[in-house]
């Protein structure tokens, strides 16, 4: 199998709006490869910091540890969940999972859904999830996924979840407010 090359647009935000053009290079097990330094990585995202990294274009810097990252608000995550006391972690915390007794909670809306939908709807999820070589597919909408994480978003959106009070649940993690 050829290496294959994905050109996928990404908006950066800098002063002004500027379009960038990144090539995804595949190898033949669907890594990404870099195109400077022959660097494998999994995720699309990874290899897309990693790239990001030999431009030097991380404006973002943890004065704490010296960390980099490509937007602001990745930086005060990372603030927030490395170097605050306890006392603040805990505020900031504010997102728990909705099932009664479990102690999963986190500052991220969309970890605690992904958690939900892992967790407490597996045979839901297991209804419409086909898994190949590392391939994730809904069988609901035939759409496919390179990483189990994009499948969970997506799911919430095609799933059938037979427990009401679970749907219920799940609606309200996946609502904007």
């Known amino acids: 199998m050829a290496n294959r ?8 935000a800098t002063n002004q ?23 494998v990585e999994v995720n699309q995202n990874t290899m897309h910091y990693h790239m990001k990294r030999h431009e030097g274009q991380l404006p973002f810097q943890c004065n704490l540890c ?16 490395k170097h605050c006391e306890d006392n ?7 997102f728990k999972c909705p099932i009664p007794n479990c102690p999963f909670q986190d500052m991220r809306k969309g970890n605690v859904r992904i958690h939900f939908l892992r967790i407490h709807c597996i045979e839901d999820i297991q209804r419409i999830l086909q ?10 909408c ?3 996924f390179q990483s189990s994480t994009a499948f969970h978003y997506h799911a919430a959106s095609c799933i ?4 009401k009070t679970k749907r219920d649940m799940l609606d309200a993690l996946v609502s904007v407010a």
């Open 5 to 12: 090359v994905e050109k996928i647009e990404t908006l950066e």
């Open 17 to 39: 709006l500027t379009l960038m053009v990144y090539e995804y290079i595949r190898n033949e097990q669907g890594h990404f490869v870099c195109p400077r330094c022959k660097q």
């Open 66 to 81: 010296k960390k980099e990252f490509l937007y602001q608000s990745s930086l005060d995550f990372h603030h927030l969940s």
């Open 88 to 94: 603040e972690k805990q505020k900031a915390q504010k």
């Open 131 to 140: 898994h190949t070589n590392e391939k994730f597919c809904c069988t609901a």
């Open 142 to 144: 035939k759409k496919p």
């Open 160 to 163: 059938s979840i037979q427990d």
